[in-house]
């Protein structure tokens, strides 16, 4: 399977090592592999056929040097033009108008090429034009990868749980406020402080505004609302308020309740809202540190919970990985009707 990659930053880097590091477990499971034939960042490009060493993009990346050459025109029009299966679209989220992934991801289904993204603004924002569109053409559109890197929430939803009816979900979907709420009640230190902390440590967004003033939670929820509960929503229909009101004095109050605060988005029969909550100590909503975790009700199961990291090149890229074995089963499937 021929992928071309778009964005070639952490998530990007993540992606071309995990394929490095599946290679064998791909080729023994489906009796191909999965060829990288294009990698671009924002200015440069490399492309081969017959495939590129994934491990030496990185390491060229990471030399400061770009991937090759440098990018005659837009990534979409060289999209147009190159032989692929697979868009793996990783550019960074965009909330304003969720471009350049937008674009890109639209181009390729046009071309009628599957597509795996990492990207929430394109979704949070277009979720419903893009999933017809996909269905249109008879492609397929996966993103497990934009809701909680390593807590596999949308393919366990949308394949295993296919029957369920979704009735009602809550959960946390950021770390950074996650890690920074938990901070501030179990060792007492002020918002500022903890807020740096996270920035030193990777987790929050490059503007970390988009962390805490709830933008991530609430395109993370929109595209939960859609792709699991069947609504059409998207992220400007999110009720949201973020944490950065919450004062030390709050959340010691909430501890004498044997409470903690979070941030939590829910999905109900009332709509869709991101916003602190206070949450029982014990409940499964009080998780700390940079976990994530979703809550679900169905008809048949009741509830179900799901909790994993949120963030990360590694999970990031198991979350892609994921969306790439369920093309290759498909594929596998409609070529001999069979899968090892
Ligand atoms: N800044 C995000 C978080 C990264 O803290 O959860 C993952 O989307």
């Keep these: 399977m021929r992928l071309a990659l778009v964005g070639f930053g952490?998530?990007?880097?993540?992606?071309?090592?995990?394929?490095?590091?599946?290679?064998?477990?791909?080729?023994?499971?489906?009796?191909?592999?999965?060829?990288?034939?294009?990698?671009?960042?924002?200015?440069?490009?490399?492309?081969?056929?017959?495939?590129?060493?994934?491990?030496?993009?990185?390491?060229?990346k990471q030399s400061g040097k770009g991937l090759g050459k440098t990018r005659p025109k837009s990534v979409a029009e060289m999209l147009r033009e190159l032989d692929y299966d697979v868009l793996v679209e990783m550019t960074p989220t965009n909330i304003e108008n969720a471009e350049p992934g937008y674009t890109n991801i639209r181009t390729a289904l046009e071309c009628c090429?599957?597509?795996?993204?990492?990207?929430?603004?394109?979704l949070a924002l277009n979720y419903r034009t893009l999933d017809e569109l996909s269905k249109k053409n008879g492609v397929e559109l996966r993103f497990e990868a934009t809701v909680g890197g390593a807590t596999p929430i949308i393919n366990l939803s949308r394949e295993l749980l296919m029957a369920e009816k979704v009735e009602s979900m809550k959960g946390i979907l950021n770390g950074t406020c996650n890690f920074i709420l938990s901070r501030m009640g179990e060792e007492g230190l002020p918002f500022e402080y903890v807020l740096k902390e996270a920035q030193e440590m990777g987790y929050a967004e490059t503007d970390p505004s988009y962390d805490i003033d709830g933008i991530d939670s609430a395109s993370k929820l929109a595209?939960?609302?859609?792709?699991?509960?069947?609504?059409?929503?998207?992220?400007?229909?999110?009720?949201?308020?973020?944490?950065?009101?919450?004062?030390?004095?709050?959340?010691?109050?909430?501890?004498?309740?044997?409470?903690?605060?979070?941030?939590?988005?829910?999905v109900n029969g009332g709509g869709v809202e991101v916003s602190p909550r206070m949450v029982p100590l014990g409940h499964p909503l009080s998780i700390s540190g940079t976990l994530n975790v979703l809550h679900m009700h169905t008809d048949l199961a009741g509830a179900i919970t799901v909790t994993g990291?949120?963030?990360?090149?590694?999970?990031?890229?198991?979350?892609?990985?994921?969306?790439?074995?369920?093309?290759?089963?498909?594929n596998a499937c409609l070529l001999n009707g069979k899968v090892k």
């Design 10 to 60: 952490t998530v990007g880097q993540g992606v071309a090592e995990a394929v490095a590091m599946k290679k064998d477990f791909i080729f023994d499971r489906f009796g191909t592999d999965l060829k990288i034939v294009a990698a671009f960042d924002s200015m440069t490009y490399a492309m081969d056929p017959r495939g590129l060493k994934p491990l030496e993009l990185v390491a060229k």
């Design 113 to 122: 090429r599957d597509v795996v993204t990492s990207n929430k603004g394109p």
């Design 223 to 266: 595209i939960l609302a859609n792709a699991i509960m069947g609504l059409d929503v998207t992220y400007n229909d999110v009720r949201r308020t973020g944490i950065r009101r919450i004062t030390l004095e709050a959340v010691e109050l909430a501890a004498k309740e044997k409470k903690v605060i979070r941030l939590i988005g829910e």
């Design 309 to 330: 990291r949120g963030a990360g090149r590694k999970e990031t890229a198991s979350a892609i990985m994921s969306d790439l074995v369920g093309l290759l089963k498909r």
